[in-house]
């Protein structure tokens, strides 16, 4: 029963599915299939599936789990000897098997039938040693993706969600993770009503228990055993080092921390960084926005700041980080593994997707939109869908890496000759025809479409660049609204038609720091959204901004409670004591008191505290110690 439920409810995979049946068949020659993508993104799911289609053509079947197999070379040739003459054998957490791969692909080319077919699945992708000596003949890579926002639907309509309302909400939030989906159409039990603050599902639809519940699957109890500093700032920061855990927690021993981090399960190098798993990221951000909203403006804001310095000193491409702190969805860039969609350069076939989708084949323009395909690839952007389909196409480019032919064509000619009679012909970006192939209804792919796009522009058409102005020409701008946030405006003098269509541009200046700078701008205008009241002292909230910069000399040293002279150290040195003297005002003798003062004085203040520190040693739950300790902050203000 358990098993056609399962059957009943499992979705997509269909080109994934095929290429395996082929080779368990015979059909191909390919043996060796590597699945992988990150937890939660239904790699189980799809085993389960290739096993049930395998059973279900006479196949014989060996399933093994990675974590049972004796981690030793002869518990592993063991095990694989069970599939000596299975049709097909299958290998779940095969990460587990990392120490053993070489053994293990010995085995698999020593110890099976040459026709048995092996589907190996983990998170991480095969090294270079399963395409050696010949096996690249006989393997290929299957990258698992988040499934697209028809198969999420039909993945929620099988759990009975179907409430437009809900089922957006869930798209949004789970972003094409199986896992996140089933999680979410398990809780609702039933449409959730939006609260009334902000239109969105309550919290028993997508708040604590949500969260909770991605938490429990995905991170279990090892997340737990991580300094919670050091977590509160991977999960708003895409991705952490020794630097920036450096900058966003000053004077703060993040060594320890780090090395935690980088040995979770949910956790990914990318380079000399650590991400956490997507789900993971957003369910511990989530909570700590509910629990700490200030502490959260905080990491943000020196995360932000931080990420400004790295994109404009060392990578633009940096910009991509600092845009994914920004909280508007129609700003917010998306492009990461766990995306719907993903970036791309023109690939053969698109140009005849755009033939049976657009009327316009015919016409002079779309034959100019061909010859930037077909000529200038690098110029162009296409984005697809998780399953490789293509979902848009744009040409997108420098204007001083503009071919010459483009300064006779109308879309970009008349925008050429403006940047250079205005002298930005250095720092100019242009983009034109955008085609979007996706369902206009669908308002949540057609979003994701234009921010994967704009994200894939960053790093295949800008590069190294970082531009300041952003030039975007299209038949109609008068009905998209996402371009408002970004400062666009119209630039009447380059309407212009011809005989086929009329076109408008509107352009944008981001400033001398360009992306990165109109970027950091948005985070901090977005968080300093929440302002406190004008009646609030001033004086308390300098000391409160001291205090939570109580390590950092340069931050202290430009405190309005700073003296105006001297060096920075002894400025700063001025403004703790000032801190430690309010400290004495606002906390009486009592208990109470005495507790709340503990809090700010371990969390801030003492080199070998922390928010997991104080919280520990006062003896509370995450949320309790977060109240209490917003409670203490509040009265520093207060007494100030």
């Known amino acids: 029963m358990a098993d056609q439920l399962d059957a009943e409810r499992f979705v997509g995979r269909t080109r994934t599915l095929a290429l395996i049946g082929d080779g368990i068949s015979g059909r191909s020659s390919t043996r060796i299939f590597h699945v992988h993508g990150p937890g939660g993104v239904g790699k189980s799911a799809l085993l389960r599936a290739v096993e049930r289609e395998a059973r279900a053509d006479g196949r014989s079947v060996v399933h093994l789990d990675g974590r049972l197999v004796p981690p030793t070379p002869d518990g592993l040739a063991g095990e694989v000897a069970r599939a000596a003459e299975a049709d097909l054998l299958i290998i779940d957490e095969a990460d587990e098997l990392i120490p053993l791969r070489f053994e293990l692909r010995q085995l698999l080319r020593t110890a099976l039938s040459a026709s048995t077919a092996v589907v190996l699945a983990g998170r991480a992708a095969p090294g270079r040693e399963w395409f050696d000596a010949g096996l690249d003949q006989v393997s290929a890579e299957l990258v698992v993706r988040p499934l697209d926002n028809t198969e999420g639907r039909d993945l929620l309509g099988r759990y009975g969600v179907t409430e437009a309302a809900a089922v957006d909400q869930l798209l949004t939030w789970a972003a094409g993770y199986p896992l996140a989906l089933t999680v979410g159409a398990n809780l609702l039990g039933a449409p959730p009503e939006p609260t009334p603050s902000n239109g969105r599902m309550g919290a028993a639809a997508t708040g604590d228990g949500l969260d909770d519940l991605i938490l429990a699957r995905l991170g279990g109890r090892e997340i737990a055993d991580v300094d919670p500093d050091v977590l509160d700032v991977a999960c708003v920061a895409p991705a952490v080092d020794a630097r920036l855990l450096a900058a966003v927690l000053p004077g703060r021993p993040t060594r320890s921390g780090l090395a935690q981090l980088r040995a979770l399960s949910v956790s990914e190098q990318l380079g000399s960084r650590t991400t956490l798993h997507r789900l993971v990221r957003s369910a511990l951000r989530s909570r700590l926005k509910q629990s700490d909203p200030d502490r959260y403006r905080t990491i943000v804001l020196r995360v932000a700041g931080h990420l400004r310095q790295r994109a404009l000193t060392e990578d633009p491409m940096v910009a991509l980080e600092l845009a994914s702190l920004i909280e508007n969805p129609e700003v917010r860039l998306g492009f990461d593994a766990s995306t719907s969609h993903y970036a791309d350069f023109p690939r053969p076939g698109d140009i005849?997707?755009?033939?049976?989708?657009?009327?316009?084949?015919?016409?002079?323009?779309?034959?100019?939109?061909?010859?930037?395909?077909?000529?200038?690839?690098?110029?162009?952007?296409?984005?697809?869908?998780?399953?490789?389909?293509?979902?848009?196409?744009?040409?997108?480019?420098?204007?001083?890496?503009?071919?010459?032919?483009?300064?006779?064509?109308?879309?970009?000619?008349?925008?050429?000759?403006?940047?250079?009679?205005?002298?930005?012909?250095?720092?100019?970006?242009?983009?034109?025809?955008?085609?979007?192939?996706?369902?206009?209804?669908?308002?949540?792919?057609?979003?994701?479409?234009?921010?994967?796009?704009?994200?894939?522009?960053?790093v295949g058409a800008f590069g190294t660049r970082n531009p300041r102005y952003m030039y975007c020409t299209a038949s109609s701008w008068l009905t998209f609204d996402g371009t408002k946030p970004l400062g666009y405006e119209e630039v009447a003098e380059l309407r212009r038609a011809d005989d086929e269509r009329e076109l408008q541009t509107i352009m944008s200046d981001f400033g001398p720091d360009g992306v990165a700078g109109q970027m950091y701008a948005i985070v901090l205008a977005e968080q300093q959204a929440e302002a406190p009241p004008s009646d609030t002292n001033p004086t308390g909230l300098a000391l409160l901004d001291a205090v939570r910069a109580f390590h950092d000399d340069a931050a202290l040293a430009a405190s309005s409670l700073a003296p105006a002279d001297g060096p920075d150290a002894a400025r700063a040195a001025a403004v703790r004591a000032q801190v430690e003297d309010a400290l004495v005002v606002a906390f009486g003798d009592g208990e109470a008191d005495q507790r709340l003062r503990q809090a700010i004085e371990r969390t801030y203040l003492d080199p070998d505290g922390g928010h997991g520190i104080a919280q520990r040693e006062l003896h509370m739950s995450r949320s309790s110690f977060y109240r209490h300790l917003q409670k203490a902050r509040q009265q520093l203000v207060d007494r100030s």
């Open 352 to 458: 005849e997707d755009l033939i049976a989708f657009s009327d316009h084949a015919d016409t002079a323009w779309f034959a100019r939109f061909r010859r930037w395909c077909e000529e200038q690839p690098r110029q162009v952007i296409a984005v697809r869908r998780a399953t490789g389909e293509l979902a848009a196409m744009s040409v997108i480019c420098m204007a001083s890496e503009m071919p010459a032919w483009a300064a006779d064509a109308i879309e970009t000619g008349p925008f050429l000759r403006h940047v250079r009679e205005h002298g930005q012909f250095e720092l100019a970006a242009h983009m034109h025809d955008t085609i979007i192939l996706e369902d206009p209804t669908d308002v949540a792919a057609c979003a994701e479409v234009i921010r994967v796009g704009n994200a894939g522009a960053m």
